[in-house]
Nanobody, 127 residues
Framework: EVQLVESGGGLVQAGGSLRLSCAAS????????IGWFRQAPEKEREGVSC????????YYADSVKGRFTISRDSANKAVYLQMNSLKPEDTAVYYC????????????????????WGQGTLVTVSS
């Protein structure tokens, strides 16, 4: 069974940092794209950051550019999201997601193209 399991969420004060981890298991092929999404209460799930395996490009939502950094450890089949300078509006459930199918660069922030999802980890930023 293909699985993505997130960890690292928690409660942090505004201006603080957290590092989310996503461990992939149950497959033998690398994801063509993998990344992070988030969903705040009563809001739609949105793309935060992703990595395209086509060319190794990194993509970020405008709201997190300069504060969040995505990275991947192919050997350990894990992807990470370093979140700095956190704001209360970053409060959300964060999901790791990926696709095992070829995906055009730049589309990995669109949740409709990713078919494998983790269960999510809650990040709460207090003001």
């Amino acid at each position: 069974e293909v699985q993505l399991v997130e960890s690292g969420g928690g409660l942090v004060q505004a201006g603080g940092s957290l590092r989310l981890s996503c461990a992939a298991s149950g497959f033998t092929y690398e994801y063509y794209a993998i990344g992070w999404f988030r969903q705040a209460p009563e809001k739609e799930r949105e793309g935060v950051s992703c990595i395209s395996s086509n060319d190794g490009s990194l993509y970020y939502a405008d709201s997190v550019k300069g504060r969040f950094t995505i990275s991947r450890d192919s050997a350990n089949k894990a992807v990470y999201l370093q979140m700095n300078s956190l704001k209360p509006e970053d409060t959300a459930v964060y999901y790791c997601a990926g696709t095992r199918f070829p995906l055009s660069p730049g589309l990995c922030l669109n949740r409709e193209y990713l078919e494998v999802w983790g269960q999510g980890t809650l990040v709460t930023v207090s003001s």
